[in-house]
């Protein structure tokens, strides 16, 4: 009864503070945000579909009624401000970012509500619609000869504290296990996310531990991390989209990385970070192995890397996905490594490695956009190492439901490792051809791309868009490779299909339906295939 009579004066001192407050329509009602405080902080969780439109039925009570809303302790904790701080419209803005960041949350929004004259503070209320999380895994395909199946659940809100736990049983001609997964992003508030992961399987055991406090914010002042993991894995080496040769790795990595953000007096985002690897890759034959096995290997060693941030976000819409909010940086980013391999440590060789990287994305006219991103990496081995990777994607947002893209990828080797090829071919690479259709030492890939998208929605559960496209590229190999298996020239595919989005499920999974056809001389990819994908954009 007590707990009751509290509870209501609670209810009925927020309701008066709240009665003393002008309700305001955005965050952009201050002229000067100077010396404005945050009165007090409200939530607004909602359930995964809403029953209110009249589409709704039975399937979407039954998944709302089954569904456990994300806790608001579990919201407050994601949070970069707090009552009677100072009001800091940034700061709004990136916990926005921050919750639609978390795989179980569809869309955020975090916004201004009341402004208090006589206390000059304001009310902000955080709102949050939940994605379904609880997602079975059930698989079975037969090729070859060969099979494999797997059933397991993955729930990425447990009980809606944002934890993620997946289990899963797999099987096929090589290998059995079973194992699970535990993931959480914020552990107790403290932004110190951790992953525990372990399978058991016929032919050894994988394991995972990572505990990790990342630079959560951008004016998070250190990060400090530590993973150690075991994966053991078959490899496979394909020709004209065909498997021919197969071996098993196993590779073993510890890290520790330390990182904290340097104060230059200066408006954007300063950081310097220091890591020590622990990094090997053993091979061994299996069944299937005809062609040998790569070299075993030992990268460990440690470096220094510098990141630069020039915060420009903004939300943007029908860029790679539809019907949900996209966050894109319009400011630079930079990244610089400088490290050694080193034999004391365990590695193989003495050695020096750097990597640089840059992403950049512009806003040409009100509906034009180029995105692009290039990164170089280069190891001093005795024979030189090193690969460059370039993507340029230019969208133009003919109206609301029409858009054309074009993209350019541009790849370039030397030296790769055997089990780290470069391949062109399937979803990412050409899609009209086979996954893994050539391999080589150099890719270029060029794509214009037509996208429809619809109001049309499938039971609230897929929302439907249409694509079509043109893909063409080419592969350049190496001196070692077999001339037989040479390209003979550009690749050039066509396609056009269905684009079903899962809009409220926590994966965000887009299922591509297309029908393709490679231009090409080769009988055995002369006709028009049907392709079911499933990816996380178009």
């Not at 947002?397 to 993209?407: A, R, S």
């Not at 690749?491 to 926590?506: D, F, M, Q």
Request: charged content about 20%.
């Amino acid at each position: 009864m007590k707990n009751l009579v509290a509870t209501a004066v609670m209810l009925l001192l927020a309701g008066q503070a709240q009665a003393e407050c002008q309700a305001v329509a955005d965050n952009n009602f201050l002229v000067d945000e100077q010396n404005v405080t945050i009165k007090s902080i409200t939530y607004t969780a909602n359930n995964v579909f809403d029953l209110t439109d009249k589409h709704s039925f039975w399937l979407h009570e039954f998944a709302n009624y089954t569904h456990t809303i994300t806790k608001e302790s579990v919201l407050e904790d994601d949070l970069l401000f707090q009552p009677s701080d100072t009001l800091r419209l940034k700061d709004l803005a990136e916990t926005e970012r921050l919750l639609r960041s978390r795989r179980y949350i569809r869309e955020a929004e975090v916004r201004i509500t009341h402004y208090c004259t006589e206390s000059n503070s304001v009310i902000v209320n955080v709102s949050t619609w939940d994605n379904w999380s609880l997602l079975p895994t059930l698989d079975f395909s037969s090729e070859g000869g060969r099979s494999k199946s797997a059933i397991g659940i993955d729930e990425d809100n447990l009980l809606g504290t944002g934890n993620r736990l997946n289990l899963e049983y797999k099987h096929d001609s090589e290998r059995s296990g079973a194992g699970f997964v535990f993931l959480s992003p914020n552990m107790f508030g403290s932004f110190w996310n951790s992953a525990v992961a372990y399978s058991k399987n016929s032919d050894g055991n994988n394991y995972r531990l990572g505990i990790n406090r990342p630079f959560y914010r951008l004016s998070s002042p250190w990060a400090l991390g530590f993973d150690i993991e075991r994966i053991s894995e078959d490899v496979n080496e394909y020709d004209a989209g065909e498997e021919y040769n197969s071996y098993e790795r196993q590779h073993n990595k510890f890290k520790a990385e330390l990182g904290y953000k340097l104060n230059l007096n200066s408006k954007h985002v300063h950081r310097l970070k220091f890591a020590f690897e622990a990094n090997s890759h053993k091979f061994y034959e299996n069944d299937r192995t005809l062609f040998g096995f790569a070299e075993d290997r030992n990268l460990t060693g440690y470096w220094a890397e510098y990141e630069y941030i020039q915060a420009k976000y903004k939300k943007l819409y029908n860029i790679n996905s539809f019907n949900r909010t996209e966050d894109f940086n319009l400011g630079w980013q930079f990244n610089a490594k400088l490290g050694q391999y080193n034999e004391m440590l365990g590695a193989d060789v003495n050695a020096l490695f750097w990597s640089i990287s840059a992403t950049k994305n512009w806003q040409l006219a009100t509906d034009l956009w180029l995105l692009s991103d290039a990164s170089y990496t280069q190891r001093q081995f005795e024979q030189t190492q090193f690969l460059f990777n370039s993507h340029w994607q230019l969208v133009k947002q003919l109206n609301d439901y029409n858009t054309i893209v074009g993209k350019l990828t541009l790849d370039k080797g030397q030296n790769p490792f055997r089990d780290e090829p470069l391949y062109i071919g399937g979803e990412d690479q050409l899609r009209a051809y086979p996954a893994y259709f050539r391999s080589g030492k150099s890719r270029a890939v060029i794509t214009a791309e037509y996208r429809h998208y619809t109001g049309w929605s499938l039971w609230q559960l897929l929302d439907v868009a249409f694509a079509g496209y043109l893909d063409a590229g080419k592969i350049w190999q190496t001196k070692e490779q077999d001339a037989n298996t040479s390209t003979g020239g550009t690749l050039v595919g066509i396609g056009a299909g269905v684009r079903l989005l899962s809009s409220h499920s926590s994966r965000g999974t887009m299922i591509h339906i297309d029908l393709t056809k490679a231009l090409s001389d080769n009988n055995n990819l002369s006709s028009t295939e049907i392709r079911i994908t499933a990816n996380q954009s178009f």
